[in-house]
């Protein structure tokens, strides 16, 4: 199956950090349920693959400093979608990697096999305060805790066998024990015994996100440059302004930047009209498997996205919109992978 995916990154009100002036609500709904499930309806509706919200314990850098935890936010908008796939972004280097992987398991039954993750290595100090933990600042330890991280969660995914769930009502039997195993996962900083407190999720394995540095263990790496090596399915990061009926890109990023000036990024960007977008995704599609957006100002960007720029892109086959009742993997192109302890 040949695929473009397009996902875009839902969290706050957008990449830039005054975005909240432009946003279509008052600055106290920011948090709240009602915004998050518009944002996420109008991203579904469009015809996005995939939605990713962004986290830290610490407080986001933009000019709103508080936000509500990923998996929840991904898990509280599961019931209320039916085809976008959800993705949140969870640190790898201070949290217990068995409480990630039982919390994405459990993201992937209220979605329906719609959950994925993109485990970060954390830098900031003040995360680690947060936890009350050693700062890990080596880079060779902060991928040595994301490589464990995706590793026991992974394992944890596949300690329960598909058919370990006996509910034999009749005999009271209810699980079959021989058809659970301990992962036995023995590291530099931690152990996990296992199995899992959560049977194997509805994908199998969730779609897992990362780095180029990461490929060996994930399904999809996010590229932020076009000269990233491309092998697997990998997508392009894009910073996303868009021209709006009452401003230019190129106006509205001038009146962020009045308020407060956005922080450099090492992505690429895209300042202009929807059509000139149109043409650079058909044109990025001729080279990767999909991308991720970045809108500087959600309830602006997604709009015209909505409107100018998924449409063409739908109609000429470049993208297409996720099956209804399929899983996130089944959308990316993606098996599902037998369990590694399912029997011959």
Do not use: C
Not at 111 to 120: D, E, F, M
Not at 163 to 192: C, M, N, P, T
Not at 303 to 312: G, H, I, M, Q, S
């Amino acid at each position: 199956m040949s695929i473009f995916a397009l996902g875009i990154e839902l969290d706050g009100e957008g990449g830039h950090p005054a975005a909240w002036r432009h946003a279509h609500h008052a600055p106290s709904e920011s948090l709240t349920g009602r915004v998050l499930q518009h944002k996420v309806a109008a991203a579904e509706n469009a015809g996005f693959t995939f939605a990713t919200f962004d986290d830290s314990i610490v407080p986001a850098t933009s000019d709103i400093t508080a936000r509500v935890d990923a998996i929840n936010r991904a898990s509280f908008v599961a019931a209320t979608t039916s085809t976008i796939g959800l993705v949140p972004v969870v640190g790898t280097t201070y949290a217990e990697p068995f409480h990630i992987s039982s919390q994405i398991a459990t993201l992937d039954y209220s979605s329906r096999g719609r959950g994925g993750w993109i485990p970060t290595r954390v830098h900031d100090p003040a995360v680690a305060r947060a936890w009350g933990r050693p700062l890990i600042s080596e880079p060779a330890d902060l991928d040595r805790e994301q490589r464990d991280s995706i590793t026991v969660a992974r394992d944890l995914w596949d300690s329960w066998e598909d058919d370990a769930v006996v509910r034999d009502y009749a005999s009271g039997r209810f699980l079959d024990r021989d058809k659970l195993h301990y992962v036995d996962f023995q590291g530099e900083s931690f152990s996990v015994k296992g199995p899992a407190i959560v049977p194997r999720p509805p994908q199998g394995q969730l779609v897992v996100f990362g780095t180029e540095a990461d490929r060996d263990q994930v399904d999809v790496v996010l590229a932020q440059n076009a000269d990233t090596t491309r092998q697997g399915l990998t997508f392009l990061e894009l910073d996303v302004t868009l021209d709006t009926p009452s401003a230019s890109a190129s106006e509205r990023l001038e009146s962020l930047n009045s308020y407060t000036r956005a922080p450099s990024s090492s992505r690429r960007e895209y300042t202009g009209s929807a059509a000139g977008l149109v043409d650079l995704l058909a044109e990025t599609a001729e080279t990767f498997d999909g991308v991720r957006l970045f809108p500087t100002v959600i309830d602006a960007d997604i709009r015209e996205l909505a409107r100018y720029v998924l449409p063409p892109l739908l109609k000429s086959g470049v993208a297409h919109r996720p099956v209804p009742g399929s899983t996130f993997r089944s959308n990316l192109g993606l098996t599902r992978p037998a369990n590694r302890y399912e029997r011959v």
